[in-house]
């Protein structure tokens, strides 16, 4: 199913599908889910949401995979529920403006991610089980931060997660496993990793010739690495 508009796409009742893909592009305009009302559900196929300006999300269900785009502009919270916004298998997100705000991050219940913004804005993320970065990673090209946190499960980061513009990256997981398997870099800002409850967490600049020390000489604890942890001043 195929939803379009010059201008803004207004969800506001549930839109579903038993197998196929859904897909919505506002090409001048906004994705716009009414709060609570407007959901999309689909059994197994994909979702695809696509804005020249903002994504505001509610509730978006599939067991398929999901690509949020903003070109634009910001992908949002729209609920006033703290529940996922994003459920599903694998999700592309790639936004202008930010992806989530500094103060209300995208709630998931996804099986792996990929992240991009553009311009300005934080990528800010709380997923609700365990999630893994997977594909081209995680990227804030803006100045914002990365805030990736997951509240009951474990964390692999297996594609690189970078703040190149500067910003801080906190990964943290509550209270699992946090296995880092990627760089994890800030260009200027600090990088934290926390692994709940007796975690490893990384406040000071490390130089990139540097090497995290293998999991066997780290403090007992859910942290484990097989990469190198960058935060570099400019």
């Avoid at 998931?108 to 993320?125: M, R, V």
């Avoid at 990964?171 to 926390?194: C, D």
Wanted: glycine share 12%; hydrophobic share 35%.
């Amino acid at each position: 199913e195929t939803l379009g508009a010059g201008r803004n796409v207004v969800v506001d009742s549930g839109v579903q599908s038993e197998s196929g893909s859904i897909s919505m592009r506002a090409r001048q305009g906004d994705v716009i889910m009414a709060d609570e009302s407007g959901t999309i559900t689909s059994e197994t196929g994909e979702v695809n949401l696509t804005a020249s300006g903002d994504v505001v999300l509610t509730q978006v269900k599939t067991r398929g995979d999901i690509s949020v785009t903003a070109e634009n502009g910001a992908i949002l919270d729209g609920s006033e529920l703290e529940r996922s916004n994003l459920s599903g298998g694998h999700a592309v997100l790639s936004a202008f403006a930010g992806i989530g705000t500094e103060d209300d991050n995208i709630n998931t219940s996804i099986a792996s991610l990929e992240a991009e913004n553009f311009d300005t804005g934080p990528i800010n993320l709380l997923e609700t089980n365990g999630v893994s970065i997977s594909g081209d990673g995680v990227t804030n090209y803006a100045d914002g931060n990365i805030d990736i946190v997951a509240s009951a499960g474990v964390m692999n980061v297996n594609a690189p997660v970078t703040a190149e513009g500067g910003g801080n990256v906190l990964l943290m997981t509550q209270p699992s496993r946090l296995l880092v398997n990627a760089p994890v870099t800030s260009m200027g800002g600090t990088v934290e990793l926390i692994g709940e409850p007796s975690g490893f967490d990384l406040e000071e600049p490390v130089e990139p010739e540097d090497q995290t020390p293998a999991p066997s000489d780290i403090a007992p604890g859910p942290v484990s690495t097989g990469a190198m942890l960058l935060s570099t001043s400019q």
